[in-house]
């Protein structure tokens, strides 16, 4: 089978047994501040388990863009070097939600897997969770019992709490699991060893398939655990190692989902795969990867410094690194590769092929970027091996963490550098600095967040009711305590609401709660999964009353504004620029709106303009508005709504429309009710922010106006300075002509009097025992005097030469000594002397010394002084 009629068969199988088939959530997660990437099939659902969402089916089944790189699930290190774990994998799951339970979900993996995928059931063994004293938790005896109506007893292995009870993340719905394992060793080795000792031992050909996890608790923040008000079924295949088995290969990388990648790059490095190990590993960790940056560019995550944008560079620099260590790519090469992984992985995932030019151009740059910095290391590191006195051959551990921190060197490519030339790495040192390191950035996170405390039934959602009201009568469902950098502050969820939560671009609401006449600060409004948390300072002492909830109406007012705006900008950009134009980015504030969009080169100035006029002119078409709750996304496709790739939408969206042949786009935010309440738009900047990548920033309404009125004040300053010229900027031009011309013409005039005065000095020299003095006052500043000193010294032998000169108010003085007298007369010392007469001070060498005073009365004195030094 192939893998594409793998991953239908699978989806099939699910369909049968009145599951809905869903698309994959985007592998880069937005609105949940503890996981920046999907690691499992559940994650889109984690709402639908902790009771904060309704689900629409309670039977799903999909495949799912997974990432683990980060957090509780990080195979990253193992990447490459084994032959089954990635870093982005496809996870085929089926779901329930309060639905079936064990007893199917049992049966089902196993009907799917012998008797639809043909599997031989001598081949598997399964676990379950054998209890944990800790949790106060028992054997899983009821997933055993099921196992044992359809497998030996003796092919059921007890697992601990480690491999048998999945858990997300650090807090979060989780519970017992029973995996199911494939032995796919040759029939002699399992004569050898039985596979059920190797179940859980990593090896390569013993390895776990499938996870059916029986959700039934949610972790908390205190380590507790607590039931779900329902029981689901989570389960989760690892769909390369499915096609593995199922071809009959040893390696997921064998399989027809790595081969062409595999073969691609060993045409274009020159080696082959398969004959060199060390290649080998480089070529897997390349496919591997070029898979996870490509779906992560095209969910909305580049590459950049922090967060989830510095996991995804770090990814992509580790391929990189391993193509120019081991198949000596010194030029890029990744985004070659590109155009081979959207044919192959495009027809089930579409939004590759859309996003292919932005993936190629992003990851070409950086590998341009990464390439400079390697070879800008290297170069450091050979001075380095150079210059030290060093017998032992160490490389010092800070200087092995520099290399890592500043040019990106993994140690291991220290030490092989290291290696090569017969020197060794101080590892101590290296861990220290990278300890410290750790701590620095342990110290700066620094978040605690406690546990809910509920006030009202858990189970109450909240009402925005914010797209129509100000305020609202209110009550706190439950509250929690942050702690972030030792500032604490209170998250707030309330039954009815009008504040606004930040998503879409669109910042939160700010505001207050008022009880009792007093009011309490909000000043933020944040999503957290389906979430709308409150942000507050101080808790309420009467937390448990009826609140007034009233948001900043100006602030809400211009920000909706500035939304409705940037829907307008959408479209017009595509007008202007062409339908790839898409929308990668945008924050939305009650003071302008920013917009980043995928286009390949500058906007010109006409571009810009031509955008400005379409959007204002539907401003003041004045546009009603029209929002569409609650449209099956079937609908809204048909209505020709602009769905961002990378955003996850339920199956029911709200649509926003500003003229059905002009802008319909899915957008929760709020928006004006007709577009002339905007009144009017500027771009105020564009430019790129990342490869392939654009920002526009925009203004509107009283911004808009005060921007204009700025820019019209300045030019009514300019014009009244101009006094009655008729075209100002004509005028300036005409200006700065004639002041170059006049600056020319002074450069001259300067020349040529410093030429005077050279000649004039040169002919007053006078003789004192010998020596050609020239003392003397000028008329220059202390360039003049320096350039003017050293022409006479070129031109004069034996010269002892003293010049003082005065400007704004201020005294200088400047010698100069012929070489040959530097042993009798020293500039330096001379001038020490000098500078007293015009307060001042100063020095330099033996031949020329400068100094500034602030009394230029007593020039004359000085230069006598000077003079009886020769004499
Ligand atoms: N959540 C489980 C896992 O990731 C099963 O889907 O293994």
Redesign the pocket.
């Known amino acids: 089978m192939k893998s594409s009629e793998i991953r239908k068969t699978f989806l099939d199988f699910f369909k049968g047994k009145e599951h809905q088939i869903v698309p994959s959530a985007p592998m880069v997660i937005k609105n949940d501040p503890t996981l920046m990437f999907t690691n499992?099939?559940?994650n889109q659902f984690k709402d639908i388990f902790l009771g904060n969402t309704v689900a629409k089916s309670n039977r799903i089944s999909d495949t799912q863009k997974c990432l683990r790189v980060s957090g509780k699930h990080n195979d990253l290190e193992e990447v490459g070097h084994d032959t089954y774990h990635h870093t982005m994998f496809e996870?085929l799951?089926n779901w329930s939600f309060g639905d079936y339970f064990k007893k199917e979900a049992i049966h089902w993996a196993w009907e799917l897997l012998t008797e639809v995928f043909k599997i031989d059931p001598e081949y598997l063994y399964v676990t379950v969770f054998g209890g944990d004293k800790g949790d106060k938790l028992d054997i899983d005896m009821e997933a055993y019992n099921f196992w044992k109506e359809i497998i030996p007893e003796d092919r059921i292995l007890y697992g601990s709490k480690k491999d048998n009870f999945?858990e997300m993340g650090e807090t979060g719905p989780c519970g017992p699991c029973s995996e199911i394992h494939v032995d796919i060793r040759t029939a002699e080795e399992k004569a050898k060893v039985s596979g059920k000792d190797l179940v859980n031992m990593d090896h390569p050909e013993v390895i776990e398939i499938w996870?059916l996890?029986f959700i039934e608790y949610n972790r908390m923040a205190d380590g507790k655990l607590v039931p779900l008000p329902a029981k689901h079924i989570?389960?989760?295949m690892g769909f390369e190692r499915l096609c593995m088995v199922l071809q009959g290969v040893r390696s997921n990388y064998d399989t027809d989902v790595f081969q062409p990648l595999l073969q691609k790059i060993a045409s274009i490095s020159g080696f082959e795969y398969g004959k060199d190990e060390e290649k080998d590993i480089a070529m897997r960790v390349i496919a591997d990867h070029l898979r996870a940056v490509s779906f992560a560019i095209c969910d909305g995550q580049l590459p950049s410094n922090n967060g989830a944008g510095y996991v995804i560079r770090r990814i992509l620099r580790r391929a990189i690194r391993y193509g120019f260590t081991f198949l000596d790519f010194k030029e890029a090469f990744i985004y070659k590769l590109v155009d081979l992984l959207t044919n192959e992985m495009g027809v089930y995932f579409k939004e590759l092929v859309s996003q292919k030019t932005l993936i190629e151009k992003v990851i070409h740059e950086e590998e341009q970027s990464f390439l400079r910095t390697l070879a800008q290391g290297i170069k450091k590191f050979e001075a380095y091996i150079e210059n030290q006195n060093n017998d032992k051959k160490i490389i010092d551990g800070s200087f092995a963490f520099e290399l890592f921190d500043t040019y990106g060197f993994p140690i291991d490519l220290t030490q092989l550098m290291a290696r090569e030339q017969n020197w060794e790495v101080d590892m101590e040192g290296f861990n220290k600095g990278l300890q410290q390191q750790k701590d620095r950035s342990r110290k700066a996170a620094n978040v605690e967040t406690g546990d809910w405390t509920y006030l009202m039934d858990a189970d109450t959602k909240t009402e925005f009711v914010g797209y129509n009201s100000q305020e609202a009568i209110s009550h706190i469902i439950r509250y929690r305590k942050v702690t972030a950098k030792k500032k604490a502050f209170f998250e707030v969820v309330l039954d009815k609401t009008p504040f606004y939560a930040e998503s879409g671009g669109q910042v939160g609401d700010s505001g207050y709660l008022e009880l009792d006449g007093k009011k309490y600060k909000v000043v933020d409004t944040k999503k957290d999964n389906n979430l709308s948390v409150h942000i507050l300072p101080e808790l309420p002492e009467n937390a448990e009353g009826e609140f007034k909830a009233v948001i900043n109406a100006q602030n809400r007012l211009l920000t909706t504004n500035n939304h409705s705006a940037t829907h307008l900008l959408h479209a017009a950009l595509q007008q202007v620029l062409g339908s790839h134009v898409e929308q990668k980015g945008s924050l939305v504030n009650p003071d302008r709106l920013r917009f980043d969009f995928s286009h390949f080169s500058k906007m010109t100035a006409e571009e810009i303009r031509k955008v400005e006029q379409i959007v204002n002119k539907k401003i003041r078409e004045n546009v009603t508005t029209q929002v569409y709750n609650n449209i099956a996304i079937e609908k809204a496709k048909t209505m020709g709504a602009m769905a961002l790739f990378g955003e996850k939408y339920g199956e029911f969206v709200r649509v926003v429309e500003f003229d059905p042949e002009y802008s319909v786009e899915l957008c929760g935010g709020t928006h004006v009710g007709s577009t002339g309440q905007i009144g009017l738009i500027k771009i105020i900047a564009e430019g790129a922010i990342a490869a392939g990548v654009r920002r526009i920033e925009a203004i509107t309404a009283e911004k808009a106006e005060e921007y204009v009125n700025t820019q019209i004040d300045t030019l009514g300053e300019i014009k009244a300075n101009l006094k009655g010229v008729k075209d100002p900027v004509k005028a300036l031009k005409d200006l700065q002509e004639q002041n170059n011309k006049l600056q020319k013409q002074i450069d001259a005039f300067k020349k040529q009097e410093v030429q005077n005065i050279k000649n004039t000095l040169n002919a007053s020299k006078e003789d004192i025992n010998g020596i050609n003095c020239i003392i003397a006052k000028v008329n220059l500043d202390a360039a003049g005097a320096k350039d003017l000193a050293f022409a006479l010294k070129a031109q004069v032998e034996n010269l002892y030469l003293v010049l003082g000169y005065a400007n704004d108010g201020k005294a200088g003085l400047t010698v100069v000594v012929s070489d040959n007298l530097t042993e009798k007369l020293k500039a330096g010392a001379i001038i020490r002397e000098i500078s007293k007469e015009i307060r001042g001070g100063g020095g330099g060498q033996d031949h020329f010394a400068t100094a500034g005073g602030k009394n230029p009365d007593g020039l004359d004195k000085a230069l006598a002084i000077a003079k009886g030094f020769a004499e």
Do not use: L
């Open positions: 499992a099939g559940m996870m799951g999945w996870n996890v989570d389960t989760g």
